[in-house]
């Protein structure tokens, strides 16, 4: 079982910054793929980027690509999201995922986390 709880959002302008982190209480968090993905209001929630345990694969989606990145600390359990030049259409709850097989990290994580909210205001 891995619990994941993320933080970090908060209400910036638009071009501003943001950093989200997302703990992992696991003991082999190396051996797990890290994702993070997000949900609009009145959306599905989407992709946005994903990294492997040995931070060997790394995604984007095309929307945040250039913008965001991915990192992970395996000594501290944690994954970051690094937002720049943030959007009104990045406005969402961030939801952090794990998955112990690469190839699903994207279509189908295992564990989820609680969420956090982060607004662009234009």
């Known amino acids: 079982q891995v619990q994941l709880v993320e933080s970090g959002g908060g209400l910036v302008q638009a071009g501003a910054s943001l950093s989200l982190s997302c703990a992992a209480s696991?003991?082999?968090?190396?051996?797990?793929?890290m994702g993070w993905f997000r949900q609009a209001p009145g959306k599905d929630r989407e992709f946005v980027a994903s990294?492997?345990?040995?931070?060997?694969?790394?995604e984007y989606s095309s929307s945040v690509k250039g913008r965001f990145t991915i990192s992970r600390d395996n000594a501290k359990n944690t994954v970051y999201l690094q937002m720049n030049s943030l959007k009104p259409e990045d406005t969402a709850v961030y939801y952090c995922?794990?998955?112990?097989?690469?190839?699903?990290?994207?279509?189908?994580?295992?564990?989820w986390g609680q969420g956090t909210q982060v607004t662009v205001s234009s």
């Open positions: 696991v003991r082999t968090f190396s051996w797990y793929a």
């Open positions: 995922a794990a998955s112990s097989d690469w190839m699903f990290i994207k279509s189908r994580p295992t564990y």
């Open positions: 990294i492997s345990g040995t931070r060997t694969n790394i």
